[in-house]
């Protein structure tokens, strides 16, 4: 502890750029998703400017919900699974069928995603912001 703080205090003090060396590794998993995030996206769907804004929860086990209502005026609600790797990246598949591409702030806090359904002209991406640790019901 007292090397650390030396070092920190000599990279302060000096203005030395300095990197900590005893910083651990970050490991994610499943877990780090878990409770109530508020997000919207924006893209294309079919080539047309989509947009929506919605609501995601998240178990901590791999099991999730969506509330959304799009630029098109429809309400959307569905179920979705999810995968988190040890980098923080994953995938989310929805019972609609579609698929996004994660990734996942280390403490669970946010994460940014994208869309891309190869050929059809259909594109988006959002970033998505925890709002509560607990999750709102609404699962269809």
């Known amino acids: 502890m007292i090397r650390r703080n030396a070092l920190a205090f000599a990279c302060a003090v000096g203005s030395l750029i300095c990197v900590d060396a005893f910083a651990a590794d970050v490991v994610c998993t499943q877990k780090a998703l878990k409770g109530t995030y508020v997000y919207h996206l924006a893209g294309q769907e079919g080539g047309v400017p989509y947009a929506a804004a919605g609501m995601e929860t998240f178990d901590g086990m791999g099991k999730g ?68 640790r607990g999750r709102v019901k609404f699962i269809p």
């Open 65 to 132: 919900a969506v509330k959304e209502t799009d630029s098109d005026g429809h309400q959307v609600q569905v179920t979705s699974t999810y995968t988190i790797d040890s980098d923080c990246t994953g995938e989310i598949t929805y019972s609609s069928g579609d698929h996004n591409h994660i990734f996942v702030a280390p403490d669970g806090s946010s994460l940014t995603f994208v869309r891309d359904s190869e050929g059809t002209g259909t594109w988006y991406a959002g970033d998505e912001a925890r709002v509560s």
